[in-house]
């Protein structure tokens, strides 16, 4: 094949794979870059790529019109096809995501429930159930405002966009960090489907069916079902308290339907629901060792020690509903989403049994017993947009809507007596409630100045109230606590694209974000009023580089950011008690630099290697926070050590120029698959790596909340035959069984969490 760039024109094929390979292994290390994982919205223009050897063309929504992504002036990843195939093999729930893209990270306190997502640093480690968070999530373009909605499973998916940096302008409020959408494989007017089957190791049992059925000329519906299941292989040995622990049951179904009687409408209905049980995540305490950050000596992952009750049920559904209307000039969107949850999850949370004052107790010591269940008994989430687009061919294009949101929620937060026979319930409890309502208007303009310049703009005006209500019963009722708060905002951006060439783009943009107030009300007899934090608002800058080489079988995209957020919302530790407290810190800045490369080698091998850097500060000299509560609960025995300096008041520490909590500087991604014809199919062979460095577990840092660096590797051998129709692949993820504490409880003792340890089995998928 003849290249055809000039610059290459007079290279062999043989050096131009030699020469890309070398441009991609050396200029862009490990720890510096992570892969931008592409593919193309059209399964006959990858299929035409890859008898090409070139790679896919990547169509993405991120502006709200179908793009090249090279076009797009923002920083920007996808996931699509095998890759996702790959990642959620064994089971795994969206957490999967975490270091697949630059800068991004995802983690949990609540196991399978309760993602939260980091972009750039930014996050939120509450672990309260009307968290709010920087970084939103669009699920079939309905946004999944309460976390309880943001761990649906991925299945059946076309494409997961990964937008970095602030979205205030198209996606509105809660978005300051950026977006992650995803996009469901839609109907078709053709008969298909696959049904896939897996299991592994600790009784993994995994099951995903999809039937796309054209009912009539105008009418089709897909169906798309999964079952993900894992026996429990963690044990207890104690008497009492539950026995066995980290088995699963998760089961999720999407219906849709699309209505099209003509090329100038369309609907699309969308059914959705998930039902989980399964174990909150196990507190486990005094596995770090005092002073350090390391696992106890003898640590056994396979048991738990406990006199807790430890169980999780989360009930979703919802639908939406999609139409379309192409005018002369013009099309017009009409959105509507409704979304509901129930929660229910109880763990013991002092991760042991009895206490110093009721023995035998622990492991380790065990100051005071602690046994708790939070409840969300009704969440309820209506949206409609309104957007219109032009249509027409010309320099000037627009994009102008409304958006309306609403939610009532309520939380119940109880308590348990460990040490009574049977578990009972405490009489006290503390409940909270909130009605949310939120508009917006919103429009975008794209002006193509010539054939190398586009510029785009857009502004969004954004109105929303909250009134919550907070109330603690024990032998004496405290409250209600009233908090309501109207806000308002107004978003923009500014961006554009200079093409130097065909094949290269530079992007530059500077935008602005908004994160509405939020409040809580977790009450405690030692705290009772609730917690509140204002609005944070944060203006962006980012430039870059989008680069097709070699005749599009090498690409690489790079940038470089820097933001400035005011009055950052940030979740403390409330020292001696299990409560979290808001607060505003008065600037929070962050930069670094973002990288994905991709290539095809050869006909046999591809690669990715990419990743990112990212250095955040916390910037308010007055700010100061309480330090572990376990030191003064344990009278320095099962304490943790702080390396900040002391506050202005016993057991609290300054965190002035700490970075974000949960924020690793470098993040790492790389991935090598190499396929071969074999007999009338092909044999593939993959590997996928991800590196992040180490990170603050907490606002204030400490020996032992700094959380190790972090390696995971996964693998996966399969054979195709019968022109792709079945597949059979076996996988394993985290091979090195690297297992090692990422996040704690800090109130009580030493309390800490693990990643999951190594997990492998077969799987085995036919498509019709």
Request: aromatic share 10%.
């Amino acid at each position: 094949m003849k290249p055809s760039v000039s610059r290459v024109s007079r290279v062999s094929l043989s050096t131009c794979r030699t020469l890309m390979f070398l441009a991609v292994a050396s200029a862009f290390p490990a720890q510096a870059v992570l892969a931008q994982e592409t593919a193309t919205t059209a399964a006959q223009d990858a299929a035409a790529a890859a008898a090409s050897g070139k790679l896919e063309t990547v169509i993405v929504t991120a502006q709200r019109r179908s793009e090249n992504i090279k076009d797009v002036p923002m920083a920007i990843t996808t996931l699509r096809g095998e890759k996702l195939d790959t990642l959620t093999a064994g089971g795994q729930d969206i957490r999967f995501l975490s270091s697949r893209t630059p800068s991004l990270s995802v983690e949990s306190d609540y196991g399978r429930s309760f993602p939260r997502f980091y972009i750039r640093g930014q996050g939120n480690t509450d672990f309260d159930l009307n968290a709010s968070q920087p970084v939103g999530l669009v699920v079939d373009d309905i946004v999944q405002e309460s976390p309880m909605l943001k761990g649906f499973p991925v299945f059946d998916v076309e494409q997961v966009e990964v937008l970095r940096g602030p979205q205030g302008t198209l996606f509105g409020r809660n978005s300051p960090a950026g977006v992650i959408k995803f996009d469901s494989v839609r109907p078709t007017f053709k008969t298909e489907g696959y049904l896939s089957g897996g299991f592994g190791n600790d009784g993994v049992k995994n099951f995903e069916g999809v039937y796309n059925l054209p009912i009539s000329d105008t009418v089709a519906a897909r169906l798309s079902l999964q079952s993900q299941n894992r026996d429990d292989r963690v044990h207890n040995p104690r008497p009492t308290g539950t026995k066995d622990f980290e088995g699963y049951h998760d089961n999720a179904g999407r219906l849709q339907v699309l209505v099209q009687p003509n090329k100038q409408f369309s609907a699309l209905f969308n059914f959705h629901a998930r039902n989980l049980d399964n174990n909150a995540t196990l507190f486990r305490a005094n596995i770090i060792k005092k002073g350090t950050n390391d696992l106890v000596d003898n640590f056994d992952y396979g048991n738990y020690p406990t006199d807790g009750i430890n169980e999780q049920t989360l009930r979703t559904k919802g639908g939406s509903a999609r139409l379309r209307f192409n005018g002369d000039g013009i099309t017009l969107h009409s959105i509507t989403g409704y979304e509901a949850a129930h929660f229910y999850s109880r763990a013991d949370v002092d991760g042991g049994y009895g206490a110093v004052y009721a023995q035998p107790s622990g492991p380790g010591f065990i100051p005071f017993v602690v046994e708790t269940a939070d409840v969300l008994p009704n969440h309820k989430q209506f949206t409609q947009e309104f957007r219109a687009e032009s249509n027409y061919a010309g320099p000037l294009q627009w994009i102008g809507g409304l958006f309306y949101f609403k939610e009532d929620i309520r939380i119940d937060s109880i308590a348990f007596d460990s040490l009574a026979p049977g578990n009972p319930l405490s009489p006290n409890y503390a409940t909270q409630t909130q009605q949310t309502s939120s508009w917006a208007a919103f429009g975008s303009l794209n002006y193509t100045v010539s054939e190398q310049l586009k510029l785009r703009g857009g502004l969004r005006y954004t109105n929303d109230s909250k009134d919550f209500s907070a109330k603690r019963v024990e032998a004496t009722t405290a409250g209600p606590f009233v908090i309501d708060r109207d806000s308002h905002n107004i978003s923009w951006d500014l961006s554009g694209t200079y093409a130097l060439d065909k094949d290269t783009n530079l992007f530059a943009r500077v935008a602005t974000g908004y994160r509405a107030p939020s409040m809580q009300g977790r009450l405690n007899g030692l705290a009772d009023r609730p917690s509140f934090a204002g609005s944070e608002k944060v203006l962006s800058y980012e430039a870059g580089i989008k680069e097709d080489f070699f005749n599009q079988r090498a690409r690489i995209s790079a940038s470089v950011f820097q933001y400035r957020v005011k009055d950052k919302q940030l979740t403390a530790g409330s020292g001696v008690i299990n409560m979290n407290q808001l607060l505003n810190a008065d600037k929070v800045t962050g930069q670094g630099i973002e990288l994905d490369a991709q290539g095809v080698l050869s006909e046999n091998w591809r690669v990715s290697v990419g990743g990112s850097y990212n250095d955040t500060e916390i910037k308010d000299s007055a700010l100061f926070v309480q330090q572990c509560g376990n030191f003064a609960n344990t009278g320095g025995v099962a304490g943790c050590t702080v390396t900040n300096a002391v506050g202005p008041f016993p057991g609290t520490v300054r965190i002035d120029g700490n970075p974000l909590p949960r924020a690793p500087k470098w993040q790492a991604n790389f991935t090598l698959r190499y396929s071969v014809p074999v007999g009338n199919g092909e044999f593939y062979a993959s590997t996928d790596w991800t590196y992040r460095s180490t990170y603050n577990m907490f606002l204030y840092e400490a020996k032992e909340y700094k959380a190790k660096a972090l390696t995971e590797g996964g693998v996966r051998a399969a054979y195709k035959w019968a022109d792709g129709k079945y597949e059979l692949a076996a996988y394993a993820r985290n091979i090195t069984d690297r297992v090692q504490v990422v996040a704690a409880i800090d109130f009580d003792n030493l309390t800490g969490i693990t990643n999951e340890p190594r997990t492998f089995g077969l799987q085995l998928k036919a498509n019709f």
